[in-house]
């Protein structure tokens, strides 16, 4: 489940660029139907929230703040007028913990 959250990280990089380079998405085709795998892969996460937050560097907000961080990107990547700088930032973030969750914990599955 962490790897399928990357894959997904890293789906949204390529969705971003492509609406960076003029492509224009669909509300009810392309971005619904990706928020909502999003999330479903977000509450199986949320499930584990009792093992990730015993981690080192990990607590219940911040664990809070990556689930919220991660719901904004996955609709945000969709739009051109989202800011670039925000975007990459957030991203990184998220990268971050997902990366270090996984190489603590494992794919959680």
Do not use: W
Request: hydrophobic fraction near 35%; include cysteine; aromatic fraction near 12%.
């Amino acid at each position: 489940m962490i790897q399928d959250l990357i894959n997904e990280l890293n789906k949204m990089q390529q969705i971003f660029k492509n609406a960076k380079d003029d492509h224009e998405y669909d509300f009810y085709k392309d971005v619904v139907p990706f928020v909502e795998a999003v999330d479903e892969l977000l509450d199986k996460l949320a499930l584990e929230q009792h093992r990730v937050i015993q981690l080192q560097y990990m607590n219940e907000q911040k664990f809070q703040l990556l689930i919220d961080n991660y719901k904004e990107l996955s609709v945000e990547c969709h739009y051109k007028r989202t800011s670039k700088k925000l975007f990459l930032e957030k991203h990184k973030a998220v990268q971050h913990d997902m990366s270090y969750i996984y190489t603590h914990l494992g794919d959680l599955s």
